[in-house]
């Protein structure tokens, strides 16, 4: 998955959050199984582009080889 799917997928997880309390207000259930689906996509997305990070930067920093 390219980084830039990543960070869409986390703006979109964001904003399903916030339109999830916003609108679901009367079904309770259907409110609490949204934003649990938001939350985790957004930890999966969040993990994956520490880790993205985390490996560009050890693979710029690692020393040369001969």
């Known amino acids: 998955m390219p980084l830039w799917l990543a960070v869409v ?8 959050i916030v339109l999830c309390r916003k609108y679901l207000r009367r079904n309770k259930t259907v409110r609490i199984l949204g934003i ?4 985790l996509l957004a930890l999966a997305c969040i993990l994956y ?8 930067d050890a693979v ?3 020393p040369p080889t001969l």
């Not at 997928?9 to 399903?16: H, P, T």
């Open 60 to 62: 710029q920093n690692q």
């Open 9 to 16: 997928l986390l703006a979109s997880a964001v904003i399903g």
């Open 49 to 56: 582009i520490g880790l993205t990070l985390l490996f560009v």
């Open 36 to 39: 649990s689906i938001c939350v």
